[in-house]
T-cell receptor, first 113, second 116 residues
Framework: DQQVKQNSPSLSVQEGRISILNCDYT??????FLWYKKYPAEGPTFLIS?????DKNEDGRFTVFLNKSAKHLSLHIVPSQPGDSAVYFC????????????FGKGTKLTVNP | DADVTQTPRNRITKTGKRIMLECSQTKGHDRMYWYRQDPGLGLRLIYYSFDVKDINKGEISDGYSVSRQAQAKFSLSLESAIPNQTALYFC???????????????FGPGTRLTVL
């Protein structure tokens, strides 16, 4: 049973436009959500996170939105840059982040110049 | 210098061989994790350790064992490797900062293991 779902395996956008990556979850105990970015031949790197007490968190070009009622979160990248091309993983945990992470399958973002 | 290192970075082995993957960290974190990544399947947790005396099975621990030799070292062993253990393996670390606070995991560069 997949608790964290990223239903789009890939996404392609033009440089300068907005990239929207989506993530759905099924476990209502999840209260902390993270996005990781992964380049080929490297480990995932932490990008941005959000606690369930918030519905939005922003860090520069990256914004994560959380809709608890829909059990849905999204990552917005504005403006998208070619260097953003990577695989993005959504992850969730319970108890304020103190429990182990559950990852989605990832979405490969390609930003075309 | 990298905070989380993994050795080897690449390994090709044969079915039935014993393999050990090593992870070291200089972040001073208590918690360490082993994941595997397969194409289209994301990251799945194999084992995790919240301190030197604490070892826990993750989602897919069958066929694997671990050893937490010190706070900074966490090894993953495949006692008798099989082809479906061919995957990318990642070590991660984290440090609990209190209830309601973040527990971000920091990943090593990965080990690509191929079992023939």
């Amino acid at each position: 049973d997949q608790q964290v779902k990223q239903n789009s395996p890939s996404l392609s956008v033009q440089e300068g436009r907005i990239s929207i990556l989506n993530c759905d979850y099924t476990n209502s105990m999840f209260d902390y959500f993270l996005w990781y970015k992964k380049y080929p031949a490297e480990g995932p790197t932490f990008l941005i996170s959000i606690s369930s007490i918030k519905d939005k968190n922003e860090d520069g070009r990256f914004t994560v939105f959380l809709n608890k009622s829909a059990k849905h979160l999204s990552l917005h990248i504005v403006p998208s840059q070619p260097g953003d091309s990577a695989v993005y993983f959504c992850a969730a945990s319970a108890q304020g982040g103190s429990e182990k992470l559950v990852f989605g399958k990832g979405t490969k973002l390609t930003v075309n110049p | 210098d990298a905070d989380v290192t993994q050795t080897p970075r690449n390994r090709i082995t044969k079915t039935g061989k014993r393999i050990m993957l090593e992870c070291s960290q200089t972040k001073g974190h208590d918690r360490m994790y082993w994941y595997r990544q397969d194409p289209g399947l994301g990251l799945r947790l194999i084992y995790y350790s919240f301190d030197v005396k604490d070892i826990n099975k993750g989602e897919i621990s069958d066929g694997y064992s671990v050893s937490r030799q010190a706070q900074a070292k966490f090894s993953l062993s495949l006692e008798s490797a099989i082809p479906n253990q061919t995957a990318l393996y990642f070590c991660a670390t984290s440090h609990p900062v209190g209830t309601g606070s973040t527990d971000t995991q920091y990943f090593g560069p990965g080990t690509r293991l191929t079992v023939l």
